[in-house]
């Protein structure tokens, strides 16, 4: 009964979704606080209270008819500019609301661009890892994937590799910093290189190559490390934003896309953008939590417990023979698999109640991803069951 | 720079939309109650008071990371089991909460049924008038669009053109009742023919063709019109709904899908449908939203509001001599233009301060579609102005 090219999709249907199935057999089996599960990356620190706050003086004071209903598709203006208004503050852009549409989260902002800029048998690059569901939106639109292979000493971007697979067919790049899965931030030398490397190709080839920028974990960064904003270095990027990770609103599904003047034919990709996000069916972002972010656009949830986190769980690791980058951003430490056959290492890790996903899950086999979106005494609790892991896998101290 | 398939949409960006630019600079320049606009299908009744109060219950007692966080793509349990209840007795159905796929608005549901059904090059069947968005929707899947031409007698649908029509290419039928932009409720009798049709040309070709029932305005009847549901008459169908219309909350993307058992497959296409959820980029619908609809899921706003307005323009138009069936749900009035054109007669209108959609963006050229979801008193203070169009355009009394 399904159509063919949702076939595939229901096959290889998310090992991130069937791990937390997994995990709620084991809870049943064991306890919750027994099982030790880094498989999802749900925020687990609440939204800030200034959410609850804004929506109710949104309802005491709005009209439920501007509240709950239609806008432009491109979202209300008033929280468009607030956006702009604060990546201006923050990153000295230069943005007006006309180069904001809200959208329903991030994943919905990316299919919107693709949908926009794509067409049939044009090319798009991915570096791995990845998160293999930008396959299936470069799929909607009938692209191509083009898979940048691993840098697996710094988890940069395979630069070498990346100019030599631009071609003529070339029509996206899409680059996830803060990075799932290995928390790695793209450093500025990283982005500056990027976008000489695309710059020289759009002049050889004559036409445009889009830098698509899947910045949802923007705000979660560690130490002070520092996200270069990329539209100030290459003139053809698409900012694609969720408040998902940085208000931990995932459910509500509210982001944005920044369309920058910059960009060529601004006007006309903006319009475009807009009208495909009502074809899409999205129509506009949900109203009630648009006007959340105009009042809450410079909240931030508590990234320090996700640092503690951070720190406990690559301390903790590392110190049983475990071998990873310390991540800059995000909340996912990407571990080097002890065995060879990292799924094989997923199910020996599921004996000691550990939910941990293959690094085959983001085209990158060898690793596993833990996110520690989770409660430090779930990180703390759960370094006993990885210390036995250790063993079993004859790691030394 | 736009993508090919987004071009023609981009050219042909909806004339309903153009008109709500046109009543702004209209409102600019002769005041907002000077000007007439049936333009729009933005409700006017407010949201029933019960959804404030069950936002402020759900944020005074639950979790914020379960109000505002990840559910499955299909969405909250309780929220689908809430529909399922719902439905069940109100038309003495069967349904569980794994018929119930909670998504962003009945556009994004029927784009995700779309999505889950439609192979390149099938074909899709609307009656005519029909919502041009629709077409939209088709081609996201590439899919062919195939017009049934409309009965201007009754505009209940026409069925021999319809049996005609149906080819072994044919997957899905979609129908529209309460309609748009008619007002017409499809009668017991036109669905058992629909129903008896599809089976025969289902045995025929030897492939099942999926009816797809767009009902956002079942809740918007009256003088106890009664709106069949469908899944009881033909096994194949699938619904799409959205609490836009009945609970007043167009801009919050809350609405949802019915896969009965009923349907051939219909487990594969439960979960088929929920992953296309997820990869179309909607992920789920919003959150707290889904919340809501459980807590209200037995409310509705003030449909008697609509009721009055229908009578006062209905009585108003076709005392001077205007023609129009007189509709038995939804909020608009299908009215035959009194000039041959009707694009031409919607720029006459104008000249009155009133602004009214041609038939033409419903495929149905000859009429024009007035929303009557505005206040009373414009309704009211409206029909010296239609008194003068009328005389403009040689109607008698």
Redesign the interface.
């Known amino acids: ?6 076939r595939p ?2 096959e290889n ?2 090992a991130v ?1 069937a791990m937390f199935e997994e995990g709620n057999r084991l809870r049943a089996l064991y306890g919750a606080d027994k099982v030790y599960d880094f498989s ?1 990356g ?3 620190v ?2 800030p209270a200034a ?2 706050t804004a ?2 003086e949104i ?1 005491d004071t709005e ?3 501007f ?5 432009s598709n491109a979202g209300f203006p008033q929280a468009r500019k607030a956006v702009a208004d604060s990546l201006n503050r923050r990153f000295g852009t230069k943005f007006h609301e006309n180069n904001i549409i809200m959208t ?2 991030a ?6 661009a693709l ?5 049939p048998g044009e090319e798009v690059i991915v570096f791995a890892p990845y998160f293999l ?1 930008y396959g ?2 470069v799929s ?2 009938d692209g191509k994937l083009v898979v940048i292979s691993p840098n697996t000493e710094t988890f940069q971007p395979n630069l070498a590799e990346f100019e030599e697979k631009i071609t003529a067919k070339t029509r996206a790049v899409i680059v996830n910093t803060p990075h799932n899965p290995t928390g790695v931030v793209y450093s500025e030398e990283t982005i500056q290189k990027i976008a000489e490397i695309l710059n020289r190709k759009q002049e050889a080839f004559g036409s ?1 190559i889009f830098l698509i920028s899947d910045a949802p974990y923007r705000e979660l960064v560690y130490e002070g490390a520092v996200v270069p904003y990329i539209t100030k270095y290459y003139d053809n990027t698409i900012v694609g934003y969720s408040f998902s990770k940085s208000l ?6 509210i982001g944005y896309l920044v369309i920058p003047d910059e960009l ?2 601004s006007e ?2 903006f ?2 953008a807009s ?2 996000t ?12 648009q006007l959340v972010i105009e009042k809450c656009i410079d909240e931030k949830c508590d990234v320090d417990y996700y640092d503690r986190n951070r720190n406990a769980l690559y301390n903790g690791l590392t110190e049983l023979g475990f071998d990873c980058i310390k991540p800059q951003g995000a909340f996912y430490l990407f571990v080097k698999s002890p065995m060879e056959d990292d799924r094989a290492f997923c199910e020996k890790a599921k004996e000691f109640n550990i939910l941990v996903v293959s690094g085959a899950s983001f085209a990158c086999p060898g690793y596993v991803r833990l996110a520690y979106c989770v409660s430090y005494e779930t990180i703390c609790n759960s370094l006993p069951a990885f210390a036995e892991l250790a063993k079993a896998c004859g790691l030394k101290k």
Chains 1, 2 share one sequence.
């Open positions: 009964m399904i159509s063919e090219k949702m999709l229901v249907n998310s979704r999802l749900n925020p687990n609440p939204a959410v609850k929506i109710q309802l009209d439920p008819n509240v709950h209903g239609y806008m329903v989260g994943a919905s902002g990316l299919n919107v949908k926009t800029l794509l067409n569901e299936a939106y909607n639109y445009p931990s609103l995932p459910g509500e599904r060529e034919d006309a990709v319009a475009a009208i495909a009502r074809v899409s069916g999205a129509v506009n972002a949900p109203s009630l939590m």
